[in-house]
């Protein structure tokens, strides 16, 4: 299993990662931190950028609970939609629907780095990346929430980058 120290020095995007360590910073020996936990005025680098999502189960699904205005004009996703009705196929939904699902099976961080299409004009593929981590409700063993932190212009991209979940 990838160390959180080998999954952070992998982070391309400043705001991806400040937002990655906000969330490791609130773990305190936990696997994983409470929804109630986050705290907005703690992160206001992030706010544009971060995605809340509720998970429910049988069957797994998700609800976005927050969106931030970024995410909200680049993806066209509003709260209190399930993911699978905001976001188009073409938009990358099967690779948004993995990367939740690992982060429920696995109970831990999981990164994106990928290639996304944008609403706004010019509609032209740009690098966007992100990290999932789990966050717990009432049952701090499981995972009932998400919080997403993604950038897309932050952050350069090496040359044959592979793109990751």
């Known amino acids: 299993m990838e160390t959180f120290a080998?999954?952070?020095?992998?982070?391309?995007?400043?705001?991806?990662?400040?937002?990655f360590d906000y969330?490791?910073?609130?773990?305190?020996?936990?696997?994983f931190p409470a929804r109630?936990?986050?705290d907005p005025t703690a992160i206001p680098r992030q706010l544009?950028?971060?995605?809340?999502?509720?998970?429910?189960?049988d069957p797994l699904d998700f609800r976005l609970r927050l969106v931030g205005q970024h995410v909200?004009?680049?993806?066209?996703a509003t709260a209190q939609t399930r993911v699978a009705d905001t976001v188009k196929?073409?938009?990358g939904l099967d690779r948004l629907l993995r990367r939740y699902t690992l982060c429920v099976e696995k109970r831990a961080p999981v990164r994106g780095l990928f290639r996304y299409i944008p609403l706004l004009p010019p509609q032209t593929?740009?690098?966007?990346?992100?990290?999932?981590?789990?966050?717990?409700g009432d049952d701090p063993g499981r995972v009932d929430h998400i919080v997403?932190?993604?950038?897309?212009?932050?952050?350069?991209?090496?040359?044959g980058a592979p793109e990751v979940p």
Do not use: H, K
């Open 89 to 91: 196929p073409e938009q």
């Open 148 to 159: 997403n932190f993604a950038s897309d212009s932050d952050f350069t991209v090496p040359p």
């Open 72 to 76: 909200r004009e680049r993806m066209g």
């Open 36 to 38: 109630r936990e986050i």
């Open 23 to 31: 969330w490791l910073a609130l773990r305190r020996g936990r696997p």
């Open 125 to 136: 593929p740009i690098w966007v990346e992100a990290i999932s981590c789990p966050l717990s």
């Open 48 to 57: 544009l950028r971060i995605t809340l999502i509720d998970v429910t189960y």
């Open 6 to 19: 080998a999954m952070r020095a992998e982070i391309l995007s400043p705001a991806v990662r400040d937002g």
